[in-house]
């Protein structure tokens, strides 16, 4: 079981920047894919951006995005506070949204595959 809380949702301008945080508790997080997904009002949740530690020793980790946010956003994660963020730049007010973040043992772009959430953190964009 892991248990995630997400923080740094808030009201910023178009071109502004903010930085979501997400707390897993647990003692295994460095094997877990942890992934950013959002949902705005009447859309579907989609994905964001996901992360996973390589395996193969060191710090080298596999990321991924979507292209509607590649360039802009970055995903990180600090395995020794079982924490991952998610850095957002230049931001539209298309990023409107409630974001989430997920984890499970692999990593992937679809979110009915994770089977842990945070309670979500709200972003809102103004023009």
């Known amino acids: 079981q892991v248990q995630l809380v997400e923080s740094g949702g808030g009201l910023v301008q178009a071109g502004g920047s903010l930085r979501l945080s997400c707390v897993a508790a647990?003692?295994?997080?460095?094997?877990?894919?942890m992934g950013w997904f959002r949902q705005a009002p009447g859309k579907e949740r989609e994905f964001v951006a996901a992360?996973?530690?390589?395996?193969?020793?060191?710090?080298?980790?596999?990321?991924d995005y979507a292209d509607s946010v590649k360039g802009r956003f970055t995903i990180s994660r600090d395995d020794a506070k079982n924490t991952v963020y998610l850095q957002m730049n230049s931001l539209k007010p298309e990023d409107t949204a409630v974001y989430y973040c997920a984890a499970d043992s692999k990593v992937t772009t679809d979110s009915a595959k994770y089977r842990y959430w945070g309670q979500g953190t709200q972003v809102t964009v103004s023009s």
């Open positions: 647990g003692r295994t997080f460095r094997s877990y894919a």
């Open positions: 992360t996973r530690w390589s395996g193969s020793g060191g710090s080298v980790y596999y990321t």
